[in-house]
């Protein structure tokens, strides 16, 4: 913690960058929040704990053109890639503070779970991939544990009007506040395709057939980009599972494609590339 | 419904150097299929955006099938490897939130493949009628 | 609001036989924004196409849909109708009555009405989306490149040059000539090849419209057809050419002797040279990796160690017309082009990939083409045919055919075509430099196909006398001054072995060294082995997937040289069609991109098959997608994959498609 | 004496509304509690702190149909919504019913909105004291508290055995069974203490700060979700928009946020409020200005709903504690 209180105060003293992004205390006193660090003195209210659950790297995007400093879980880490691959944000524009990390504890408002949340459990990124400035001991290398879709798998054993019946019940709960779009790094663009009036792809009322194109297409826009931070699913008012939804295609995409998200800044997301060879089970 | 009497709605995204011409070709040599397919002029099977599919479905197609050249053979030399992998993945993600993936056809059809082009559509229409109609919940009111 | 007409044609009784087509304009009438509808029996027909036109014009209508054949088949032909009737061609959308129904539902007339009119809702409601289009113009630079100086290029340079326009020839060597120029006699006829080869060099050498850019090389290259921008690397010849008269006294003084490429290493050259005596260009180049002097140069321009290599400097003591330049520096030059050729040709199979033909390891394992240069007169050995290790002459020739073709373990799946008639057409030659020779031929079929190719085939076996043995050889090994070739006689099925004196491998035809960069400089595809790849194997097998590039000779695939011929001529007529006119009019049907929408990803510029999108910095820095018109071919790729929706097809619009849609349900 | 009706008792009553009337009840539904149509007395939730959505989506729903246009022989027909049920919501607690008092302001203002009044004059409100306060409550600093009856019909508060009822207006007295309470001398439990924050002259304050860069240094944070919005009982913001169902045209009228992008995008692309700042600026502005200035009252509850699922922790007593401390030193 001190580490990145330093560090933050170097970069804003030297003015290597005008802002430095990290965690400060919530007004529950117990969890954290983002922190938007201007002054050298301010440094200190920066923190860092098992509550920072939160993916800063979505701030990048207002930032264009400035110099900032950001905190970085390894998770986050990957959609920092993702950003540069896509060319949205500049390698040179960004001081990464990378923070080794265990993984981080399910919060809600005025409470710290004592369980490790269920991304981090199947999680083997204890190191950002990418990073300027790294704090923490990197572990020793352990043999990457294979990853766990048990939830995906829980509902693939589903039948598909069990499935259907399933996402419809959450679905009709979506009050389209869009929070999950708009605190997703991968989501950024100019006009939303559900913002859109023409073409109209989704409709104004608030219903399970109009909400289902929105997350159907919320996820798929998100195939082969999404490095699973699961902040669209925790800032969702109505306990939406979306993480299942963006865990579905990282599943498909890897065995498919063997592809996983922001591992590195130049591989081409899956949709971008072909094989000659494959097949896909497509016209057979 | 009785299944005998439903009559399945689609919506078929037909590749205009390839697929579209092998309806032609099916149309000149008069090999009939059932009616029930409405076909939509693209000109290649990589234009087909997901958002039409799913359009499709919430308006109430029973089923959509999306045919384009045979892999190699494209018009445009790739189009149809990248409608390839966006539909393979595209159809996983359906069949997850409980739309039956056989609900959504994706063939490969030359321009000189009337007969298979009349099959294709033959034997996909009977497949949706073996589904029956869709539930309302997914239609919407 | 617009006014669309709806015109239905009953195809004589095709669609009105089927379709109750009444009914059909019934339902149309009712269509939003439908103000006419008619019905005609043959709408393609000029009264048919006139009534569409007074209609058009007596309505006032704005927008037009046809209910009739295919638009594969009259789309062109009803555009010109609306236009004739000064609407915007593209204003118009037609709905496929024949081909998608009555043709394919003739047993259901109920359905197929009820279809019928169905697809002229989908069709009512994309018209309505419809915008008018205008193509664009764009001047064309009626200069050629062509990319190898082989037979196929020449003859290519040659056609074009002579339809008048002007033409560059690049090519990589130190002379035009490729592949051909290195062969003694060619087959069936067996007329001599540097005979019928060397005057069409002249020619190309001497040709007005002709610059020859012999080693050189194609760096970079932009644009597109019509508008090409091709960056040329021209290597330092270390002469001036201007004044060189091609005498000949440097080459034959010069006292550095390095084997000649041209001769395939069964002879030397100068490090000042021409790769054979009718050269085009007649003049020679320095070879700056031995010219004594450069390395003297080098020397003292590093400072090194110790005693200076000799200053040398013969060839300019010598030189008669000073040409000698030690000045010269590889230079990039920059032209326009408005079509390119490429030929860029072939080079043999590599056998020391085969152990067990010595890899390598024997002097007396040759392939043909070094065959060729043995027989060749004006060869190493004056056409003495002679072992390679002591000059003796062989008696016992074997030859192995499929030498790194049709053969899966080498990668090399294709058959190299030309070697079952070549390897006929040695045997048949050795027999006539020496009667005495006998040759054995391994094969595993012959292929024989072409105009007098198998008369000539069997020549080589009933009059010359050649051994053909089906099968493979399994081993080669040295045994005093024989090579021991052991293999199998498949027909006989018997283990054969001969002792022979030379061993001639029929080495496969694979691209030139180069190929898949080339490919991907001048962004056209190539497959698994480096060939490139033609737009359409059957009906468009000199073009390419981009426009204004064409293919020709051993660079497609095998060919001999009737086929290269006839390709270069094939390319250069596509090119001289294509400066035929004289301005290039796009397809307006093209992508375009909304840069209030565009968030830069460039995912567009990534799958777009033609690289017909750049990425562009706005005034506020954002970096943004911008369609090229002249490269967009219209395939909507960009469309489908752009999330913001900020790519769009034009004339196949998202919204045109999401109408058609859901129109079905409205 | 206070009437009293024990717990199983209420659940005979409200077993009997729900057959003369549409009963509307907090429902536990995957985690979270929100007001559903209950068939079913023994689905509804009583150990709820507050519900997710408060009941001011049975007033002003998320979606509503205005009208529908259908096409009858060549012409144009306008059908009007359909009627609505009458209808009982128990379980509102008292920040809730202060927010449908603050939405009756706009909505039922002259010329008042009919179908908003349509909900409301259908609607019985049966309120329900908080036994407990949370960290988020801070309603006592908004004018309500725990138990306060007044927004109500009836207010029901938890006893030992019971319910302590009262009647608070005559549609609250119309539907009380006379049959099921019980005279009794049980005195109602003293309210539970909760967070305060000052909000004297905070209109001032706003005013003076208008142009502070407190508000872009607050929205660095801001992600422009509509999530607070539309959790807020106060929030009023709507979209009217005509939605076709496959040929069936309806007039729908759709939960809108200040929050959301291009919200006062006027024709030409022209956002006023263009910038996160001023974006953010609007929603205080709007609850502690620009409301105050016209209904006479802050339109916030301090239901502590936004306080409590803000993902960036946005916590509207830390923002009028600032904007109250940055005094004049506006612009700086």
């Known amino acids: 913690m001190q580490q990145i209180r330093d560090k933050a105060k170097e970069l804003l003293t030297s003015q290597a960058v005008d802002c430095v992004i990290g965690y400060g205390r919530a007004t529950d006193g117990v969890t954290s929040r983002p922190l938007f660090v201007y002054e050298p003195e301010q440094v200190e209210e920066l923190i860092f704990d098992k509550t920072c659950t939160h993916n800063l790297t979505k701030y990048l995007l207002n930032r264009r053109g400035k110099k900032t400093g950001i905190v970085v879980k390894p998770c986050d880490s990957r959609a920092i890639n993702v950003l540069l691959n896509e060319e949205e944000i500049k390698r040179d524009e960004v001081y990464i503070i990378g923070v080794v990390c265990d993984g981080v504890v399910e919060t809600r408002w005025n409470q710290v779970g004592e369980e490790k949340q269920a991304r981090c459990q199947y999680c083997h990124q204890h190191t950002p991939v990418v990073y300027d400035f790294l704090v923490g001991e990197p572990p020793e290398e352990s043999p990457p544990a294979p990853e766990d879709y048990a939830a995906v798998a829980e509902i693939e054993a589903k039948s598909l009007s069990e499935r259907e019946a399933f996402w419809t019940e959450h679905f009709d709960r979506c009050c389209r506040c869009y929070a999950c779009r708009q605190v997703c790094p991968g989501c950024y663009c100019t006009e939303c395709f559900v913002d859109r009036l023409d073409p109209l792809w989704v409709g104004i009322r608030i219903a399970p057939e109009e909400n289902r194109i929105w997350h159907t297409i919320r996820a798929f826009h998100l195939a082969g980009r999404c490095a699973g931070c699961n902040e669209c699913e925790r800032v969702c008012p109505m306990n939406i599972p979306l993480s299942l939804l963006n865990r579905k295609l990282v599943k498909e995409v890897d065995e498919l494609f063997g592809f996983q998200a922001g591992l590195n800044e130049e591989e081409m997301q899956p949709l971008g590339t072909f094989k000659k060879e494959e097949k896909l089970g497509i016209g057979e | ?141 | ?666 | 004496m206070t009437q009293v009706i024990s717990k199983s008792d209420l659940m005979v009553w409200l077993g009997r509304l729900s057959e003369s009337h549409t009963l509307i009840a907090p429902v536990n539904d995957a985690e979270i509690t929100l007001f559903r149509r209950v068939s079913n007395v023994e689905d509804i939730a009583l150990d709820f702190t507050n519900t997710t959505l408060s009941a001011k989506e049975w007033f002003f729903p998320p979606t509503e149909t205005l009208f529908s246009v259908e096409r009858k022989d060549g012409q144009v027909e306008l059908v009007p919504a359909e009627k609505m049920e009458e209808s009982v919501i128990f379980g509102v607690r008292p920040c809730d019913a202060l927010g449908i008092a603050l939405l009756d302001r706009p909505f039922l203002n002259e010329p008042a909105d009919a179908i908003y009044r349509r909900h409301r004059d259908k609607t019985i409100l049966i309120g329900l004291s908080c036994r407990e306060a949370h960290p988020e409550c801070f309603c006592t600093s908004m004018g309500t508290a725990p138990d306060d009856p007044s927004n109500v019909d009836v207010l029901l508060t938890e006893v030992a055995d019971g319910y302590i009822v009262q009647a608070v207006t005559e549609k609250g007295k119309a539907i009380l069974p006379q049959d099921l309470l019980k005279e009794s001398d049980v005195t109602p439990p003293s309210p539970p203490s909760l967070s305060t924050v000052s909000v004297e002259g905070i209109e001032d304050a706003m005013l003076r700060n208008f142009d502070s860069i407190y508000w872009e240094r607050l929205a660095d944070r801001c992600l422009h979700c509509n999530l607070c919005a539309y959790v807020c009982p106060a929030c009023y913001c709507f979209d009217v928009r005509d939605y076709n169902d496959k040929g069936k045209i309806q007039r729908v009228r759709s939960w809108e946020s200040c929050q959301s992008p291009g919200f006062t995008t006027i024709a030409g692309g022209y956002d006023r409020r263009a910038g996160k700042g001023p974006h953010l600026r609007q929603r205080f502005s709007h609850k502690l200005l620009y409301f105050p200035r016209e209904f006479g009252s802050a339109a916030c509850t301090g239901c502590g709903r936004c306080v409590k699922v803000c993902p960036v922790n946005i916590d509207i007593r830390e923002v009028i504690a600032d904007v109250q401390n940055l005094g004049g030193k506006s612009g700086q």
């Open chain 2, 1 to 141: 419904m009785a299944v005998e009497d439903f009559q399945p709605r689609m919506v078929g995204f037909l590749c205009n150097w390839c697929s579209y011409a092998g309806a032609d070709m099916a149309g000149t040599s008069r090999m009939s299929y059932p009616p029930n397919i409405r076909i939509i002029r693209v000109p290649c099977s990589g234009r087909v955006d997901p958002l039409l599919i799913v359009k499709a479905f919430q308006q109430g197609a029973d089923g959509v099938l999306v045919a384009g050249c045979h892999p190699g053979d494209c018009h445009y030399v790739e189009g149809n490897y990248y409608a390839r992998r966006r539909l393979a993945l595209f159809r996983l993600l359906l069949e997850f939130i409980g739309i039956d993936p056989r609900r959504l056809c994706v063939e490969w059809v030359s321009a000189v493949e009337g007969k298979r082009f009349s099959q294709v559509v033959t034997s996909f229409t009977e497949e949706l009628v073996r589904l029956g109609p869709r539930s309302e919940v997914q239609v919407g009111a």
């Open chain 3, 1 to 666: 609001m617009a006014r669309i007409g709806v015109f239905i044609c009953h195809c004589g009784t095709n669609i009105g036989g089927v379709v109750d087509i009444p009914r059909v304009l019934e339902a149309a009438k009712e269509m939003p924004q439908v103000v006419f509808v008619d019905g005609n029996k043959y709408t393609c027909s000029e009264p048919g196409q006139a009534s569409v036109r007074e209609a058009i014009i007596e309505n006032q209508l704005d927008k037009v849909v046809i209910g009739s054949c295919s638009p594969r088949m009259h789309e062109r032909t009803f555009r010109n109708t609306v236009a004739s009737a000064g609407l915007n061609p593209y204003l118009l959308e037609i709905a496929n009555l024949r081909e998608h129904c009555s043709w394919v539902h003739g047993y259901d007339k109920e359905e197929a009405t009820a279809k019928a009119i169905e697809l002229i809702k989908m069709a009512v409601a994309k018209v309505s989306r419809h915008e008018a289009l205008f193509p664009k113009e764009a001047g064309i630079t009626k200069r050629a490149l062509v990319i190898g100086g082989g037979v196929a290029g020449s003859q290519a340079a040659l056609d074009i040059a002579n339809a008048g326009y002007e033409v560059v020839l690049v090519e990589r060597e130190p002379t035009i000539g490729g592949r051909m120029a290195q062969l003694d006699k060619t087959f069936p006829t067996l007329d001599c090849s540097a005979c019928i080869l060397a005057p069409k060099m002249v020619d190309v050498g001497q040709h007005p419209n002709i610059t020859l850019r012999t080693y050189a090389e194609v760096r970079k290259v932009g644009g597109f057809v019509g508008n090409f921008e091709v960056e040329i690397l021209q290597r330092a010849k270390m002469v001036d050419h201007t004044k060189c008269t091609g005498c000949g006294t440097c080459w034959d003084k010069c006292p550095e002797k390095v084997d000649s490429e041209f001769d395939l290493g069964l002879g030397k050259r100068t490090a000042i040279y021409i790769p054979f005596p009718q050269a085009v260009p007649p003049k020679p180049v320095i070879d700056t990796d031995h010219c004594r002097h450069i390395k003297y140069r080098q020397f003292m321009e590093e400072g090194g160690e110790g005693k200076p290599p000799p200053k040398c400097l013969i060839c300019e003591k010598l030189c008669p017309a000073e040409a000698i330049d030690w000045s010269q520096q590889d230079e990039i030059i920059t032209e326009k082009f408005g079509a390119i050729v490429v030929a860029t040709g072939f080079k043999t199979f590599d056998y020391t990939a085969y152990e067990e033909f010595g890899g390598g390891r024997y002097p007396d394992v040759i392939t043909s083409l070094q065959l060729e240069r043995l027989m060749n007169a004006a060869g190493p050995t004056d056409g003495e045919v002679v072992r390679p290790s002591d000059g003796a002459h062989p008696k016992t020739v074997v030859f192995i055919s499929c030498v790194g073709s049709r053969d899966e373990r080498k990668q090399r799946s294709y058959c190299s075509k030309v070697c079952c008639m070549y390897m006929a057409k040695h045997a048949i030659m050795l027999k006539e430099h020496d009667p005495d020779v006998q040759c054995y031929i391994f094969y595993i079929d012959i292929r024989a196909g072409g105009k007098d190719f198998d008369e000539f085939a069997r020549r080589a076996q009933e009059e010359y006398g050649a051994l053909y043995l089906r099968g493979r050889v399994s081993k080669i090994y040295q045994d005093c001054k024989k090579l021991i070739v052991l293999g199998e006689d498949t027909l006989m099925g018997r283990p054969v072995e001969i002792p022979a004196d030379l061993v001639v491998l029929a080495t496969g035809i694979e691209p030139s060294d180069g190929a898949a960069e080339l490919a991907q400089t001048i962004n056209i595809s190539y497959d698994t082995h480096n060939f490139f790849v033609e737009a359409h194997v059957k009906l468009r097998p000199v073009e390419t997937q981009m426009d204004g590039i064409f293919l020709a000779g051993c660079c497609v695939g095998p060919r001999d040289i009737p086929e290269s011929v006839a390709q270069g001529s094939a390319a250069a007529s596509k090119v001289t069609d294509l400066f035929s006119q004289e301005r290039l009019v796009t397809d307006p049907m093209v992508a375009v991109i909304d840069a209030m929408k565009c968030t830069g990803c460039m995912l567009c510029a990534t799958i777009c098959p033609f690289n017909a999108i750049d990425s562009q910095t706005t005034r506020d820095g954002r970096i943004m997608a911008v369609v090229n018109e002249s490269l967009c071919k219209g395939c909507g790729l960009c469309t489908a994959a752009c999330r913001p929706g900020a790519a769009n097809l034009r004339g196949f619009t998202q919204q045109q498609l999401l109408a058609e849609v859901t129109s079905l349900w409205q």
